[in-house]
């Protein structure tokens, strides 16, 4: 796959530190990433790679005692590390969706699905449908084209009017996610819905503002085989009906290989390979990448020695000199341990961060 | 055939729900509602099953960490579930547990030596404080540490090292029966399987005998003699190992395996998706259990418990009346012999 169109997002150098009371973490070293039109990219990696970092970089969630050093952000013309934190809320709102893995922490436990999923829908006082009582068309409408504001021409929606028609929309993204009976679901509490119920109630608000990105969070860890395979299925519906882009956080190689058209392997704050999902699992370059793909069990081969990767993921606050990986790497050689690898293009949209190559 | 070492005949683990004023008991929880199971001595069981499906209520009422409602548990022909309690810490010298979260499973205020030592104190295994220091010693470098971190607090220690030293704890009292429950589900994969082998190897030397619980198919795979697949409290399909993984005949089995991600973007198959999530064990409905969500229901299946049948691998069991040609999409009633019990490996 070679992309002509210029990626709708891109980050470059981003690096981020956290301060803690042992120091500074460095979680993002010099994180470079594309995400194109369309696609679903998904970053893969153990625990403290840095991949949920990433997410919240992009979406300017930061908690406090993180800040960012250096690089830049860019989606439609601005630096999202630049602007402000209203704007930035603007962009939240609009075009980059976020879902998280729990979805019990992510919705109110005191208000029913409906009044929080209508809330996506009213958080701007100008948004208008038009003024036709046919709902369901202003809904087509709504769903097919982004809905920039208020249309010159049509009156604006009484408030009760636009509650109507936010329950409308709110039924018909339900109905989106698959999600029967979705009147009666509106007017349930998150308790009572199951955790793959909950999940499409979160892709739903997301969905909500029908943004260019969605960035989704380990959002299948908490749930079970059965409904992760569900879940899956639908986030590749989506991908087809509408014309966003994902960016899919997982630490299973076998849900990226599943779902994803690209995959980012993230070690240690670093982007280590970047590749078309075929391409990756066919020619694996980075040793990590090689060596991660060994120690993941295949249930249609299983095997009678599974690999390992001796030592363990470094600690980050004194990270290894050089590259990041070699303590742990079969193949390192002495310029290693000296020099941080720079970015190879081995063709083909492949990029690898090796001194191998 | 050997000898059974491990032999849970009809297990039932209810909890009551109670409420009202007089908290009078209104329904039950039935996590575990008549589980079977044989096995020999150094095996390992591998129990899979999805979130709430009593895997983990199974594994401690084996060991009578809950009190079982009913049934038995004949652990090397000591009845488990009749013994009193001077025989039970007798018998928790023979069996263990190692848990899902080496975070939480560690005293964070006791240094490894310490939690190492109390249950050889416990059990007066040691007769002084410098004879349990050297023994847990030993245990450390059993379990791939070094000595020098017997001073030190869980906190220091990664995930993969913490579980080591879990490992290390269960070990302490020198059992012959651990029930593992999820050993490795909060380790990341490249450490994964250094827990894996640590266990592997340890069930070699040592000769234990595992009851290996995760929600993770190929782990259990790879751990397992012997595998059993749960659904709201209840077994679907028993079998050795490779009959289970190649053929399965019980059709959430079928689902259960087709579910799993590959890690091969080129493998083309076909996703079948179960409709649906596992009903609440509170509820649960008459009849198959699994008859709401099952593509292939008839009306056969929705009273009555569904018994043991044979299935086509060697002891083989599965509670579904029909024998289902999944590739085909073809049923046909199984023949008649009905095992009231499965039968043993």
């Known amino acids: ?357 | 055939m050997a000898e059974e070492f491990l032999v849970v005949e009809d297990l039932k683990t209810w909890f009551p729900i109670r409420s009202g004023l007089l908290q009078r008991t209104s329904g039950y929880v039935k996590a575990v509602d008549g589980v079977d199971l044989t096995l020999r001595r150094g095996e390992t069981y591998g129990l899979v099953g999805e979130s709430g499906s009593g895997k983990t209520t199974l594994g401690k009422s084996v060991l009578r960490l809950i009190e079982p409602t009913s049934g038995t548990v004949v652990l090397d022909g000591t009845d488990v579930t009749k013994a009193s309690k001077r025989e039970l810490k007798k018998l928790r010298r023979r069996m263990q547990m190692i848990f899902q979260d080496p975070y939480a499973s560690l005293d964070p205020r006791e240094t490894v030596g310490a939690t190492l030592s109390e249950p050889m104190r416990i059990h007066h295994i040691v007769s002084s404080r410098n004879e349990a220091l050297k023994q847990s010693k030993e245990l450390l470098l059993r379990v791939g540490l070094n000595e020098e971190h017997l001073f030190r607090f869980p906190h220091e220690f990664s995930g993969g090292q913490r579980q080591r030293i879990a490992v290390a704890r269960a070990l302490a009292v020198d059992p012959d029966f651990i029930v593992l429950d999820e050993p490795t589900s909060f380790l990341d994969v490249s450490v994964q399987a250094q827990v894996l082998d640590l266990l592997k190897t340890l069930q070699k030397e040592l000769g234990l005998t595992y009851v290996f619980i995760s929600h993770n198919l190929s782990v259990v795979h790879y751990m397992s003699n012997r595998v059993g697949v749960m659904y709201l409290g209840k077994l679907v399909e028993d079998a050795p190992r490779e009959v289970l993984y190649k053929s399965p005949e019980h059709p959430y089995t079928y689902f259960l395996m087709s579910a799993i991600p590959v890690p091969d973007p080129e493998f083309k198959k076909e996703t079948k998706l179960l409709t649906g999530d596992v009903p609440s064990p509170v509820n649960i409905p008459p009849g198959c259990r699994f008859h709401p969500r099952c593509p292939y229901v008839t009306d056969r299946c929705k009273t009555g418990e569904v018994p043991y049948y044979v299935g086509k691998g060697p002891h083989h069991n599965v509670v579904c009346h029909y024998n289902i040609d999944f590739e085909r999409n073809m049923q046909t009633p199984r023949p008649e012999p009905i095992v009231a019990k499965p039968m043993a490996s």
């Open chain 1, 1 to 357: 796959m070679a992309f002509k169109e210029p990626p709708i997002l891109e980050a470059k150098d981003v690096t981020v530190n956290f301060r803690t009371y042992r120091g500074e973490v460095k979680a993002l070293d010099k994180v470079d990433l594309q995400l194109y039109k369309r696609e679903v990219l998904a970053l893969v990696g153990e625990s403290g790679c840095g991949k949920s970092v990433t997410a919240l970089t992009i979406l300017g969630l930061l908690p406090q005692n993180a800040y960012v050093l250096g690089g830049e952000i860019l989606f439609k013309d601005q630096d999202l590390l630049k602007i402000s934190a209203d704007k930035m809320r603007q962009v939240r709102a609009n075009d980059i969706a976020a879902i998280f893995q729990d979805p019990m922490t992510f919705l109110d436990p005191v208000l029913s699905v409906g009044v929080q999923l209508k809330e996506a829908f009213q958080v701007q006082k100008d948004l208008s449908f038009g003024s036709d009582d046919n709902a369901v068309g202003a809904i087509t409408d709504f769903l097919l084209k982004r809905n920039e504001g208020r249309e010159d021409g049509r009156k604006l929606l009484s408030g009760r009017e636009r509650d109507r028609l936010a329950t409308d929309l709110s039924k018909k993204i339900l109905e989106l996610v698959r999600i029967p009976d979705s009147g009666r679901v509106l007017k349930q509490y998150p308790h009572e819905l199951s955790g793959g119920m909950r999940q499409r109630c979160l892709i739903a608000m997301a969905l909500a503002r029908r943004p260019s990105i969605i960035v989704a969070d380990e959002i299948t860890t908490a749930l079970d085989v059965t409904v992760q395979a569900q879940i899956l299925t639908l986030l590749k519906e989506i991908r087809d009906s509408i014309d966003a882009s994902t960016m899919l956080i997982t630490h299973d190689l076998s849900v990226a290989a599943e779902t994803a058209d690209r995959i980012a392997v993230m070690y240690a704050g670093n982007v280590v390979e970047v590749a078309t999902t075929k391409e990756l699992f066919r020619n694996p370059l980075h040793p990590y990448t090689q060596l991660l793909m060994k120690c993941i069990p295949d249930v249609r081969e299983p095997v009678e020695h599974l690999e390992s990767i001796k030592g363990s993921v470094p600690d980050l606050i004194d990270p290894p000199s050089g590259c990041r990986f070699h303590p742990r790497c079969p193949s390192a050689i002495a310029i290693c341990r000296q020099r941080k690898p720079v970015l190879k293009d081995v063709g083909n949209g492949h990029l690898v961060h090796c001194h191998l190559y």
